[in-house]
């Protein structure tokens, strides 16, 4: 009897489960060895050699589950059984012999759509890296969107996710006003409509170009303020797919079947051709949004399968099954933006009400993706009109003072189902300057700081470009080509006056990793956050007396200066738009902008350098000013002239002696006066390498590189 009721038990949550959004099959397209050089492959301590696996995950989603209902237009995306459903490829890093691996997943968020490699310390210790599609708009990465076309997954191909298209109750294209740019284009030829580096991915519901607006404008400020905008013509501009306005290449709105075109990136041919000085801007009324909020879902089932399942409904065998403890996602910059969404919407619970991740590592990424409203456009960088600052940007519930909205945090869902995971998140001044960062620590009033809950850990690297730069010694001198241009991040943004910041991340984040895998695996605390405070007078307004910044030779006497951070911005994306969630239906064609948000910056010391960071040896023996910010040189793009290089950090190089600086009008000591010969810049580089390692961000092994790095640099050659 109890035989048989345990059996009926088994069948009654068999049938339970088979009702979740799950991913009911699992298809292996390519299984190949792993970090090898023709038949040599490298083999990791007890892990042994690594193999890669590619393939497709095909997931089906229920509209009714709570957990789901939040995705944007879900109810307009069902298939004839009420089920929405999608497809994800994913790549698996692995040991060949499961048995010896750490049980350890790293789940990686693809930037864009690029393909992730587990890193080489992580294959040390016997982890398994899991990469997987969650941006469904990135029609250009070999996928016909909205199509039946399911194309297999190569290890080392991009990602992508194929999501349904939302339509009417009556099966009718669903229509909406959206908008599109084109930055620092000349010529006669045709230009295309890119957001970032990627398609603008809708479609026009019509070729009449008298159903849209395209101006033109001059110039426009940081804030938003627009001058010499000018109309154009209806009858001055064509929808093309290349060519000129004279001689246009055509462009189909939808194939026979209704389906959407491989003709992207969607171009315009304009009359007399563009010019560079000037922006374009397009609002046009686009037809069938894709329903994006669905990559919030598959990131979340296909991670709980490789944890959990082990086979999908046919039977496939799930490679990773029982053999994973512990796991922790990680995104870099618009994907660690992805993973603050995702939590922030509640998608780190299955629905098995089973936590998915223990950690979440969102990496130089400060505000939430804007993903899951009709219309979105992830790939932003939060250019002008572009969503993704809205709602709370903190960890604990604060009230949003200045744009009126209540007190919340990007953890209450999770918290209210206790499956919040712990958190560590790292910044450069770069995300500051560029990327709007700044009230994630003080919030949109900029009157204290917001203090951080027990899991959650900070840290900030301070005065680096995105990311971190090249790293090394010479990198910082002249010599070494140093002023070599750096191109602006962005859509065509132009080059910087600045040459690169080397300041690096890469041993920084190899010591928050450590950290970070034993926070999770064995509860052993990391350091203690590290960034600049508004308690201990670090934060600052974004101006040169404020900040203590040097006058210094090469930039402008005022730099840097009032307007010329990238600010929040609040919009009005009307009444269909929940700005808490970032879920909705935004306001037909641009968003009104209300007000600007006051932003606060690190302040610096006599060099230029921000103060408030962890310990970084090349800024702690530094060769230069290194700059979280960079200025748009003139040239072939001079629409930004002048302005923020996006998110590019930049740098200034010491004088080598004291007649140099001293002639040059530089206040900043020179190389000779801080360390005398090259016995004593390697002397300086010991110190600061043994006092990041006593603090926790970096590991002996590094700073034993650093050193040998230093003795066999140019620096006072």
């Not at 944007?72 to 994913?90: H, P, T």
């Not at 349904?164 to 908008?179: D, Q, Y």
């Not at 093309?240 to 462009?251: A, H, I, L, N, Y």
């Not at 010591?511 to 990391?526: E, G, I, Q, Y």
């Amino acid at each position: 009897m109890r035989l048989k009721a345990l059996a009926i038990a088994a069948g009654m949550l068999a049938c339970a489960a088979s009702s979740h959004a799950r991913i009911t099959r699992v298809v292996i397209d390519e299984t190949v060895p792993a970090f090898c050089k023709g038949a040599a492959c490298t083999s990791y301590g007890e892990a042994g050699r690594y193999e890669q696996i590619a393939g497709r995950a095909f997931g089906e989603l229920d509209p009714r589950d709570p957990l789901n209902r939040i995705i944007q237009d879900i109810e307009l995306a069902k298939d004839a059984d009420g089920k929405v459903r999608y497809v994800a490829s994913f790549v698996i890093t692995k040991p060949v012999d499961m048995s010896k691996a750490s049980g350890m997943l790293w789940h990686d968020v693809p930037n864009r759509g690029r393909p992730l490699v587990l890193d080489e310390r992580e294959r040390e210790t016997g982890d398994v890296g899991l990469a997987s599609a969650w941006q469904g708009d990135n029609a250009g990465f070999g996928t016909e969107l909205g199509t039946t076309v399911r194309p297999k997954m190569s290890v080392g191909g991009n990602h992508w996710l194929q999501v349904p298209v939302a339509k009417n109750p009556n099966g009718s294209p669903i229509t909406g006003r959206v908008f599109a740019r084109i930055i620092n284009r000349s010529g006669a030829s045709a230009q295309p409509l890119i957001v970032q580096t990627n398609p603008v991915p809708y479609m026009p519901a019509t070729l009449d170009t008298s159903q849209a607006t395209l101006v033109s404008r001059d110039h426009e400020s940081m804030e938003g303020v627009v001058t010499g905008e000018r109309t154009i013509s209806s009858a001055d501009w064509k929808w093309c797919s290349g060519g000129t306005f004279e001689k246009p290449q055509p462009f189909a709105v939808s194939s026979s079947k209704g389906e959407q075109p491989n003709t992207l990136p969607l171009q315009i041919c304009l009359k007399g051709g563009f010019n560079a000085a000037k922006l374009y801007q397009v609002v046009y009324t686009a037809k069938d949004p894709y329903v994006l909020g669905i990559g919030f879902a598959a990131w979340r089932d296909v991670a709980s399968f490789f944890r959990y399942s082990g086979s999908d409904d046919a039977g496939t065998a799930n490679p990773l099954a029982g053999r994973i403890t512990s796991s922790i996602t990680r995104g870099r910059s618009q994907s660690g933006n992805y993973l603050r969404g995702w939590l922030h919407l509640g998608f780190n619970q299955d629905e098995a009400k089973r936590q998915v991740h223990d950690g979440m590592w969102p990496i130089i990424a400060g505000r939430r993706i804007a993903l899951n409203y009709r219309w979105a456009q992830p790939d932003g960088v939060l250019e002008l009109y572009q969503a993704g600052s809205e709602g709370p940007q903190w960890w604990v519930p604060y009230p949003d003072q200045a744009r009126g909205l209540p007190t919340r945090s990007i953890l209450d869902r999770c918290n209210a189902t206790k499956t919040c995971p712990k958190v560590i998140e790292h910044f450069g001044a770069a995300e500051i300057w560029g990327l709007k960062l700044g009230p994630e620590w003080v919030g949109t009033s900029a009157k204290e700081d917001i203090p951080l809950p027990a899991n959650v850990r900070r840290y900030y690297v301070a005065s680096t470009s995105h990311g971190g730069g090249a790293g090394g010694f010479d990198t910082s001198l002249p010599s070494a080509g140093v002023n070599k241009p750096i191109e602006c991040p962005g859509n065509n943004s132009g080059f910087g006056v600045l040459a690169a910041n080397p300041m690096p991340h890469t041993e920084t984040f190899r010591a928050l990793s450590f950290h970070f895998r034993n926070w999770v695996m064995r509860n052993t605390l990391p350091p203690q956050s590290r960034y600049p405070t508004m308690r201990a007078g670090q934060l600052v307004e974004p101006t040169k007396a404020a900040m203590g910044f040097p006058t210094i030779p090469g930039l402008r006497a005022t730099a840097p200066e009032p307007g010329f951070i990238n600010p929040v911005l609040d919009y009005d994306w009307g009444p269909g738009f929940d700005p808490n969630d970032g879920s909705g239906v935004p306001i037909d064609g641009l968003p009104r902008i209300k007000r600007v948000i006051r932003t606060l910056v690190p302040k610096v010391n006599a060099d230029g350098n921000e103060v408030g960071g962890v310990p970084v040896v090349l800024l702690d023996a530094p060769l230069g000013t290194y700059l979280g910010w960079n200025i748009t040189a003139d040239g072939e793009r001079p629409f930004h002239k002048g302005k923020l290089c996006m998110y590019a950090g930049g740098m200034v190089p010491f004088a080598r002696t004291r007649a140099e600086r001293v002639g040059s009008g530089d206040t900043r000591l020179s190389l000779e006066e801080r360390y005398t010969d090259h016995v004593g810049y390697v002397a300086a580089v010991k110190k600061a390498a043994a006092g990041a390692v006593g603090q926790g961000f970096l590991l002996q092994r590094d700073a034993e590189g650093l050193v040998k790095a230093a003795e066999g640099s140019g620096v006072l050659r």
